[in-house]
């Protein structure tokens, strides 16, 4: 069965910390919303496809809607860590006889729906961080965005491996032991041993459920304040570089991104458009996109 059977559209925004889901009829409006763990791919290709059926399953029964056939459906994925090349293979192979799959980057997914599909640009920081632009000859440019540990400034796995850090230094005495540090020490281990058992565990995901903390404490805690004085500077070099005349409408997204908007410098603020949708409409357009195009082709 090919893509000229398909009946419903599934637009998938796949991150490190969650899964979002959204179904339409091929010709109709959206049905419905679901939401489920993490499918970056980074974190397993066996626990994304997981996830994206639960958050599919969700999004139906929210709709009133029986779970569909996937050969009935046309999915566009926009996923954390489709960059690697490796990954996006064992991704797209393990996929369950969808009748068609578009991919791409969940960045990518979050420009299109931002700007409805048109030319922009979006600083995103949630788990990760990325910059993403989309220019008006159709070219694409990407800052940021090297995955956690070496890059993803400024994100909330970021910020949580950073207080980690200041935690580490505050065990040994390098590092004055306010209220951050104690909450992690309280989370993460009270000694050496114990510290270095839980990081040895610890992943993307598990270093960003460590960030909310950062905010909770910069009022009475200046190791946490001067972190987001970092992640914000951080996010604001990407504005820049993805577009430093200027030209482009830009849109900061992602749940670490709203929280450090307000604090950026008047001349990106200056800058600033609501995202008109999210990445899980984004990835929608997508599969819209996909198969327009394949039809295109069939029709030539």
């Known amino acids: 069965m090919g893509a000229d059977q398909a009946k419903y559209l599934i637009g998938i925004d796949g991150g ?3 899964t979002r ?11 419905g919303r679901g939401q489920a763990g993490p499918s970056a791919l980074g974190q397993g290709v066996p626990q994304a496809w997981h996830n994206i059926q ?9 709709g009133g809607l029986s779970m569909p056939a996937w050969e009935l459906c046309a999915l566009g994925a926009g996923l954390s860590g489709v960059g690697n090349a490796a990954w996006r ?15 791409d980057g969940d960045a990518f997914a979050m420009l299109l729906g931002a700007h409805e599909g ?11 961080s990325v910059a993403e632009a989309l220019r008006a000859d159709g070219s694409r440019e990407i800052v940021g965005g090297f995955g956690f540990p070496s890059g993803d400034e400024g994100s909330g ?22 209220p951050l540090a104690l909450h992690v020490h309280k989370l993460c281990g009270r000694d050496r041993a114990a510290m270095q058992a839980w990081c040895a565990r610890a992943g993307q995901f598990a270093y960003a459920t460590l960030a909310p903390a950062v905010f909770d404490y910069e009022a009475d805690d200046p190791a946490a304040a001067a972190l987001l004085l970092q992640a914000t500077a951080a996010l604001e070099s990407m504005a820049w570089a993805i577009d430093f005349q200027g030209r482009l409408p830009l849109a900061v ?17 200056s800058r600033l458009v609501e995202p008109a949708a999210d990445a ?3 990835a929608l357009m997508l599969a819209r996109q996909a198969l327009r195009a394949e039809a295109e082709e069939h029709a030539a």
């Open 118 to 128: 048109a030319p922009g640009a979006i600083v995103a920081a949630g788990t990760g």
């Open 54 to 62: 639960i958050a599919v399953q969700r999004a139906c029964a929210a």
């Open 157 to 178: 796995a970021w910020l949580g491996l950073q207080a980690v850090r200041h935690a580490q230094a505050a065990l040994d005495r390098r590092a004055n032991t306010g």
């Open 89 to 103: 293979d064992s991704f797209l192979a393990a996929q369950p006889g969808l009748a068609h799959l578009a991919v």
């Open 253 to 269: 997204c992602g749940s670490i991104g709203k929280r450090l908007a307000p604090r950026m410098s008047p001349a990106v603020r």
């Open 280 to 282: 899980a409409t984004g």
């Open 16 to 18: 490190g910390t969650s």
């Open 21 to 31: 889901a959204v179904v339409a009829r091929l010709d109709g409006p959206v049905l």
